[in-house]
Structure formats: structure tokens, C-alpha cells
T-cell receptor
């Protein structure tokens, strides 16, 4: 089985711009979660989608949004980028049952200048 | 604040030695997981231990869980240079669906 894929792998944007990151989960996985990793805050949960519905959301401003498509692929969008949004954004997928192991993609490294 | 906290923050050992990392958490859990991350890359799931288990093994990995103390430990035996990575414990908040809460991680350096 192919693993979780994320595109793009690297991205450089300027303040005020918006960005869309994409995640394709492992085939058969319907849950997709997004995490932000920074040196200062560590790994923080952004949101989780299951069957195209957002089931859970972390403590992030409304500039961070996401969606999931019928094929379970997911996108996250960050609008009006700030310098502090520079981070590694990780996507993870898991099986239908809750509280199982999650499988992570390689991440998208976003740099905001 | 984070659910899990790892100790130590950094660990430096020689190849062949054992590495022990500890994790503490704050609320009741159904399971606890350990993940590895190689420098700035994605996380790899290592092992999941359920709340009714006290110890679990996987290859050179041994994980213990003490729910009375809300703590877990990860032991890597006979470490190799390839084990150099950051290790994170993670738990799910009750009713949080697939919302994983990670600790700050332990940076392990294994020197040849």
C-alpha cells in the first residue's frame, strides 16, 4: 500500500498571501488529521476530518481551514499568512475506528517571509 | 499545555547502549503511542500500548505503562546510529476522536 502523500513538500510564501496544502491518505483510510510542528510549540493538532466532515478542531485561528473530499483526500488552507505560520505541516490518516495508530506523511515545510 | 511530557529532552549515547525515555500525561487514556521522527520529516508509528497493558515489546523496543502514575517509558536496547531521531509519546483525549496530543519529545543521538 502506498503511504500518506503530501504536496507540495516545500513552499515559500510572503506575508499576507494564502496557501493550500494537499494530503492523500492511505487507501481505505477515511480519517485525515492535520498537525502543525514548530520548534517553539511542538506538534499541535489542527483539525480532523472523517467522511468529509470536520469532527474536531484545535486551537487555531479561523485563518486555518480545511476540507475533505469524497475520495478522502484532504486540503488545508491558511489565509493571510503570518511569519509565525512558518512550520512543518503534517497530515496523518487512520482507519475508521477511533484511537488507532496514525500514519503520517512526510510533511510540507512552509516558510513565510 | 501538552498532554504528554517527555524526559529527558535530549539523550546522547554510544552504539550498543540502551536508551530509556520517559513520558508523563495528565488525563485518563485508552492507549498511549510512541512515534519516531527523523530530522524534520514525518512521524513513524512505533508502538501502541493500551491502558489495560503494562508492558509491550516490538523488536528492540520495550514500552511500559503505569496508569496509576500516568507515565510510560520507552526502552531501546542495543541502540544503533540509525536510531538517532526524536521520539514522541502521544495520547488521545477522551472523546477527542483522532486528536492526538503529543509531548515535547526526546532527541536521541546515538554515536558510532
Amino acid at each position: 500500500k502506498a503511504g500518506v502523500t503530501q504536496t507540495p513538500r516545500y513552499l515559500i510564501k510572503t506575508r499576507g498571501q494564502q496557501v493550500t496544502l494537499s494530503c492523500s491518505p492511505i487507501s481505505g483510510h477515511r480519517s485525515v488529521s492535520w498537525y502543525q510542528q514548530t520548534p517553539g510549540q511542538g506538534l499541535q493538532f489542527l483539525f480532523e476530518y472523517f467522511s468529509e466532515t470536520q469532527r474536531n478542531k484545535g486551537n487555531f485561528p479561523g485563518r486555518f481551514s480545511g476540507r475533505q473530499f469524497s475520495n478522502s483526500r484532504s486540503e488545508m488552507n491558511v489565509s493571510t499568512l503570518e511569519l509565525g505560520d512558518s512550520a512543518l505541516y503534517l497530515c496523518a490518516s487512520s482507519r475508521d475506528r477511533e484511537e488507532r495508530e496514525q500514519y503520517f506523511g512526510p510533511g510540507t515545510r512552509l516558510t513565510v517571509t | 499545555s501538552q498532554q504528554g511530557e517527555e524526559d529527558p529532552q535530549a539523550l546522547s549515547i554510544q552504539e550498543g547502549e540502551n536508551a530509556t525515555m520517559n513520558c508523563s500525561y495528565k488525563t485518563s487514556i485508552n492507549n498511549l503511542q510512541w512515534y519516531r521522527q527523523n530530522s524534520g520529516r514525518g512521524l513513524v508509528h512505533l508502538i501502541l500500548i493500551r491502558s489495560n497493558e503494562r508492558e509491550k515489546h516490538s523488536g528492540r523496543l520495550r514500552v511500559t505503562l503505569d496508569t496509576s502514575k500516568k507515565s510510560s517509558s520507552l526502552l531501546i536496547t542495543a541502540s544503533r546510529a540509525a536510531d538517532t531521531a526524536s521520539y514522541f509519546c502521544a495520547t488521545y483525549l477522551s472523546g477527542g476522536y483522532n486528536k492526538l496530543i503529543f509531548g515535547a519529545g526526546t532527541r536521541l543521538a546515538v554515536h558510532p
